[in-house]
């Protein structure tokens, strides 16, 4: 699959996005979500270590970077109740009264490692 490739922006699961939704209700700015893989391609193993590094990254810089070849969120999940929003440009975030928060979560490769996830937060 390519950087970027349809299934990698449809890939959180209507769990994935209802667990979101059900967090993050009420909340009034959209968690922005993005992906490392649109950036750089397939890492496999190396995509939690990626995924944080450009967490870190973002943080260090204060700029949230664009989710790149973005065209649609996935079509079989509803949406309606999940504040998100995919960033297709970059955009400060700036360090301020709030904090800032960040979440990585990477899939392990092959799939048949039963769903086991690595996750680490950021501030």
């Not at 959180?12 to 939704?21: C, I, M, Q, T």
């Not at 973005?70 to 297709?88: K, L, Y």
Request: charged share 20%.
């Amino acid at each position: 699959m390519p950087p970027g490739s349809r299934l990698s922006l449809q890939a959180v699961s209507k769990e994935e996005a209802e667990a979101l939704g059900a967090v993050f209700a009420g909340r009034e700015q959209k968690l922005a979500i993005g992906s490392v893989k649109t950036n750089i391609g397939h890492l496999e193993s190396a995509a939690g270590v990626a995924g944080l590094i450009k967490v870190v990254l973002a943080l260090q810089n204060q700029h949230i970077p664009a989710h790149l070849h973005f065209r649609e969120m996935n079509p079989h999940i509803d949406w309606g109740g999940v504040p998100v929003e995919i960033p297709v440009a970059g955009r400060a975030w700036r360090r301020g009264e709030r904090r800032r928060v960040a979440g990585v979560c990477c899939y392990p490769v092959p799939l048949r490692s039963h769903g086991r996830r690595a996750s680490a937060l950021a501030r």
